[in-house]
């Protein structure tokens, strides 16, 4: 047993002694009352004793006590008013009700009792904390000192406000560790890999004896526009530089937006082919392979959306600059062919094809697709089309193939993921984004992907294709396929119906022949027309009813005029056709005199698409990626989710105006 509860049991207290005492002075009187006097009056003695022992026991343990809590609370309010750590007691409103030393040093004021905190710093408004944890911690920025604040709600005996809180504050001056930690990451070198683009077609454009200046003249331009840098320039091919430099110049090359980009396309020495650089640049990571890898990925970005542009891939985050000229045409076809012999073996190795495009099918998409499976038939393979639903755009088309006994089977849809395998070759056209297919989970069944798409290439780009045939500069993916297929069999014979499909596709793309259409474009045509097309039939495909005619024309006729050059209309909702109308309307607009572009809006599915057109002058593409969406610089396409038509059309006027003041200034 412990000693203590030992002595609590075996030695009483002194009342007990006193109450035994009290008991025997009873009995001796009880006894003798003259011998219980005495005894009496030493009771009461020993009971005035004990008492006043007892007063003055407690009165002194009290004054300790009192002394001791007094000493304490000096110390206390003498080490908060002299903390090191600067610490401020304010309401809830951001009223300071009291402060030490080291915080009032922070501001360097007189005075700051009954002072809002946040008139001084805004960052500590009480309205950005939250007080369901209690404590919190932030980061601000004060008198150009960087603090690391602590707070916490305390709850007062004195209801000050509603709630009974008041708001401690500590800040910790980190501004060494911020300032170490900026100079780490603008220390920290960053990879970029420049190419010339259309080297060999530039080369040719010019005589032989002006080759060397022109290669010199542009090495001067690189090394002048990098030479503040203290950098790395390394040419390590024949049109392609590498660059090391340290991360604090990235940010003044993206404030004066690449102005590399322009500059570059100055160099005139009798080419016929303007200079235009391409650019990767990768940072964000530690290893310096990974970054050179991301520039890489980043320069393969830049020539997929038609070169003259910038990519710079900061760890998944990926900027885009530059961009806004025309895609230079390809005179030789040596990349069509060797396309053309790879996706042959593949489809040979294949157990099956299955053709797949992006979700609401256009002709081009249809078109393409048909051309592929044209090719896999030929090659004794079955092949399938991943079709989900037809539309608007398509469904005389696809009515016209089915008609066919011999694509009768042709289409599945839900069916695909049951018929997919490792062995299937699955070729997607007309889109690059795995997002944008018609069904994105058949990715995931196969690896032998083929992609095959003139669209300019997105963040998002299917990665792991084992063939990519992307060309910016094709009028259209029915292009690209028709030039494919004249290399895989010597005398291919093509049904009228695929021919059609594939002029048709070039047509829509082109509108008539009129954009995007070079050499190669009328090449493609010519030898569609050889295999039997029916103009008149495919014009049939695009002959509209009344209704959709005076629709369009309302869309037309109710256009706002923005920036005095483009155009913004809408369709109204619940309208049948609602994509082919915005299409065509967009079409319509564009082409009336004064306007440089235009986009229309409709409601589709609970979701705005926006059809975007130019002439050439505005990238359309590059506005409409801000909004998610993608295309070529003269026509382009995006889809916004869960807004309404007004906040939609706010988005894209936003978009619009975040474009122009990215143009250089002239």
């Given at each position: 047993?412990?000693?203590?509860?030992?002595?609590?049991?075996?030695?009483?207290?002194?009342?007990?002694?006193?109450?035994?005492?009290?008991?025997?002075?009873?009995?001796?009187?009880?006894?003798?009352?003259?011998?219980?006097?005495?005894?009496?009056?030493?009771?009461?003695?020993?009971?005035?004793?004990?008492?006043?022992?007892?007063?003055?026991?407690?009165?002194?343990?009290?004054?300790?006590?009192?002394?001791?809590?007094?000493?304490?609370?000096?110390?206390?309010?003498?080490?908060?008013?002299?903390?090191?750590?600067?610490?401020?007691?304010?309401?809830?409103?951001?009223?300071?009700?009291?402060?030490?030393?080291?915080?009032?040093?922070?501001?360097?004021?007189?005075?700051?009792?009954?002072?809002?905190?946040?008139?001084?710093?805004?960052?500590?408004?009480?309205?950005?904390?939250?007080?369901?944890?209690?404590?919190?911690?932030?980061?601000?920025?004060?008198?150009?000192?960087?603090?690391?604040?602590?707070?916490?709600?305390?709850?007062?005996?004195?209801?000050?406000?509603?709630?009974?809180?008041?708001?401690?504050?500590?800040?910790?001056?980190?501004?060494?560790?911020?300032?170490?930690?900026?100079?780490?990451?603008?220390?920290?070198?960053?990879?970029?890999?420049?190419?010339?683009?259309?080297?060999?077609?530039?080369?040719?454009?010019?005589?032989?004896?002006?080759?060397?200046?022109?290669?010199?003249?542009?090495?001067?331009?690189?090394?002048?526009?990098?030479?503040?840098?203290?950098?790395?320039?390394?040419?390590?091919?024949?049109?392609?530089?590498?660059?090391?430099?340290?991360?604090?110049?990235?940010?003044?090359?993206?404030?004066?937006?690449?102005?590399?980009?322009?500059?570059?396309?100055?160099?005139?020495?009798?080419?016929?082919?303007?200079?235009?650089?391409?650019?990767?640049?990768?940072?964000?990571?530690?290893?310096?392979?990974?970054?050179?890898?991301?520039?890489?990925?980043?320069?393969?970005?830049?020539?997929?959306?038609?070169?003259?542009?910038?990519?710079?891939?900061?760890?998944?985050?990926?900027?885009?600059?530059?961009?806004?000229?025309?895609?230079?045409?390809?005179?030789?076809?040596?990349?069509?062919?060797?396309?053309?012999?790879?996706?042959?073996?593949?489809?040979?190795?294949?157990?099956?094809?299955?053709?797949?495009?992006?979700?609401?099918?256009?002709?081009?998409?249809?078109?393409?697709?048909?051309?592929?499976?044209?090719?896999?038939?030929?090659?004794?393979?079955?092949?399938?089309?991943?079709?989900?639903?037809?539309?608007?755009?398509?469904?005389?088309?696809?009515?016209?193939?089915?008609?066919?006994?011999?694509?009768?089977?042709?289409?599945?849809?839900?069916?695909?993921?049951?018929?997919?395998?490792?062995?299937?070759?699955?070729?997607?056209?007309?889109?690059?984004?795995?997002?944008?297919?018609?069904?994105?989970?058949?990715?995931?069944?196969?690896?032998?992907?083929?992609?095959?798409?003139?669209?300019?290439?997105?963040?998002?780009?299917?990665?792991?294709?084992?063939?990519?045939?992307?060309?910016?500069?094709?009028?259209?993916?029915?292009?690209?396929?028709?030039?494919?297929?004249?290399?895989?069999?010597?005398?291919?014979?093509?049904?009228?119906?695929?021919?059609?499909?594939?002029?048709?596709?070039?047509?829509?793309?082109?509108?008539?022949?009129?954009?995007?259409?070079?050499?190669?474009?009328?090449?493609?045509?010519?030898?569609?027309?050889?295999?039997?097309?029916?103009?008149?039939?495919?014009?049939?495909?695009?002959?509209?009813?009344?209704?959709?005619?005076?629709?369009i024309s309302d869309v037309v006729k109710n256009a706002q005029i923005i920036k005095g050059d483009m155009a913004i209309?809408?369709?109204?909702?619940?309208?049948?056709?609602?994509?082919?109308?915005?299409?065509?309307?967009?079409?319509?607009?564009?082409?009336?005199?004064?306007?440089?572009?235009?986009?229309?809006?409709?409601?589709?599915?609970?979701?705005?698409?926006?059809?975007?057109?130019?002439?050439?002058?505005?990238?359309?593409?590059?506005?409409?990626?801000?909004?998610?969406?993608?295309?070529?610089?003269?026509?382009?396409?995006?889809?916004?989710?869960?807004?309404?038509?007004?906040?939609?059309?706010?988005?894209?006027?936003?978009?619009?105006?975040?474009?122009?003041?990215?143009?250089?200034?002239?």
């Open positions: 047993m412990d000693s203590k509860k030992f002595s609590g049991i075996f030695i009483p207290k002194a009342s007990f002694y006193l109450f035994v005492i009290f008991l025997l002075v009873v009995i001796i009187g009880l006894l003798e009352i003259v011998v219980a006097i005495p005894g009496f009056a030493l009771f009461l003695f020993l009971l005035y004793y004990n008492f006043r022992s007892n007063y003055k026991r407690k009165k002194d343990i009290t004054k300790y006590i009192e002394n001791l809590t007094f000493n304490i609370d000096t110390a206390t309010k003498d080490t908060l008013l002299n903390f090191p750590m600067p610490l401020v007691v304010i309401e809830l409103d951001g009223t300071i009700i009291w402060y030490n030393s080291s915080f009032k040093k922070v501001f360097g004021e007189e005075e700051l009792l009954e002072k809002k905190i946040y008139s001084m710093a805004k960052d500590l408004n009480p309205d950005n904390f939250t007080n369901e944890t209690m404590n919190f911690s932030k980061e601000t920025v004060i008198n150009n000192r960087n603090y690391h604040v602590l707070g916490s709600f305390v709850k007062t005996q004195d209801k000050i406000n509603e709630d009974g809180l008041i708001l401690l504050l500590y800040l910790i001056d980190n501004t060494e560790h911020v300032n170490l930690k900026r100079t780490y990451d603008e220390e920290q070198p960053t990879i970029g890999v420049f190419v010339i683009d259309n080297y060999d077609e530039l080369m040719q454009s010019m005589e032989d004896t002006k080759r060397p200046q022109m290669l010199a003249e542009i090495e001067a331009k690189i090394n002048s526009w990098v030479g503040y840098t203290n950098g790395v320039l390394k040419k390590y091919e024949r049109d392609k530089y590498l660059f090391v430099f340290e991360n604090k110049y990235l940010k003044s090359f993206e404030e004066k937006k690449f102005d590399i980009l322009d500059s570059i396309k100055e160099i005139n020495i009798g080419n016929t082919i303007p200079v235009t650089l391409s650019i990767g640049v990768g940072t964000g990571i530690t290893s310096l392979i990974e970054k050179f890898r991301y520039a890489n990925a980043s320069l393969d970005i830049a020539l997929g959306r038609g070169g003259d542009q910038v990519v710079v891939k900061n760890g998944e985050d990926i900027s885009f600059y530059g961009g806004k000229t025309r895609e230079l045409e390809k005179r030789t076809r040596v990349k069509a062919r060797v396309i053309a012999y790879a996706l042959r073996e593949l489809i040979d190795q294949a157990s099956d094809v299955m053709i797949m495009g992006h979700y609401n099918c256009d002709i081009d998409c249809l078109g393409s697709a048909l051309g592929i499976y044209s090719i896999a038939e030929k090659r004794n393979k079955e092949a399938h089309i991943v079709l989900n639903k037809s539309n608007s755009t398509i469904e005389k088309l696809v009515a016209k193939i089915e008609k066919t006994q011999k694509f009768k089977d042709i289409f599945i849809n839900d069916d695909a993921i049951d018929k997919i395998s490792k062995k299937t070759l699955l070729v997607i056209v007309d889109t690059h984004r795995p997002s944008f297919t018609e069904q994105p989970e058949l990715i995931k069944y196969t690896d032998q992907i083929v992609v095959i798409d003139h669209h300019r290439r997105g963040a998002d780009y299917l990665q792991d294709a084992v063939l990519t045939y992307q060309e910016t500069y094709a009028s259209s993916t029915c292009e690209l396929v028709t030039e494919i297929l004249q290399y895989v069999d010597d005398r291919i014979k093509l049904d009228p119906i695929e021919a059609e499909a594939l002029y048709a596709g070039i047509v829509v793309d082109t509108k008539n022949f009129t954009f995007k259409t070079g050499v190669r474009t009328f090449e493609a045509a010519a030898f569609l027309r050889r295999q039997g097309v029916d103009t008149v039939s495919v014009k049939q495909m695009f002959q509209n009813d009344l209704d959709t005619y005076i629709h209309s809408a369709c109204p909702p619940n309208l049948k056709n609602a994509m082919l109308i915005a299409a065509q309307a967009a079409d319509q607009l564009v082409s009336l005199t004064g306007l440089k572009a235009a986009f229309v809006l409709c409601n589709i599915n609970n979701f705005i698409s926006i059809s975007g057109r130019s002439l050439g002058d505005i990238n359309v593409q590059v506005i409409l990626e801000k909004l998610g969406g993608g295309g070529h610089l003269t026509f382009a396409g995006a889809q916004l989710q869960g807004i309404t038509m007004t906040e939609a059309e706010e988005k894209l006027k936003n978009s619009i105006n975040e474009y122009l003041e990215e143009l250089p200034k002239e």
